[in-house]
Nanobody
Framework: QLVESGGGLVQAGGSLRLSCKAA???????????WGWYREAPGKQRELVASITGTRSTDYADSVKGRFTISKDSTRKMVYLQMSSLKPEDTAVYYC????????WGQGTQVTVSA
């Protein structure tokens, strides 16, 4: 089960920190997978915006590079997304999952950035 939190309404230029708890994944599964943050904006397909591997190598979509930072806490089985310099186009529901999308999607957390 994936539980995302930390979203909200923020003005452009602001920051938010999203959290994702992989509550029922066993430690070996969590550590053995690469994880990603995805977002789905109204009328658009869900897209991958950030990823982190088992060795903590990270990658970002061009649209968020330099503004978002993904991290994880393997002990707590948590994945985080620090978002800074937010733009209205970042408005979306944000989800986490493995890069193979092997787990059922959580409910996501809404991020709304006002101009």
């Amino acid at each position: 089960q994936l539980v995302e939190s930390g979203g909200g309404l923020v003005q452009a230029g602001g920051s938010l920190r999203l959290s994702c708890k992989a509550a029922r994944s066993i430690t070996s599964f969590f550590n053995g997978n690469s994880w990603g943050w995805y977002r789905e904006a109204p009328g658009k397909q869900r897209e991958l915006v950030a990823s982190i591997t088992g060795t903590r190598s990270t990658d970002y979509a061009d649209s968020v590079k330099g503004r978002f930072t993904i991290s994880k806490d393997s002990t707590r089985k948590m994945v985080y997304l620090q978002m800074s310099s937010l733009k209205p186009e970042d408005t979306a529901v944000y989800y986490c999952n493995t890069l193979t999308q092997s787990l059922n999607w959580g409910q996501g957390t809404q991020v709304t950035v006002s101009a």
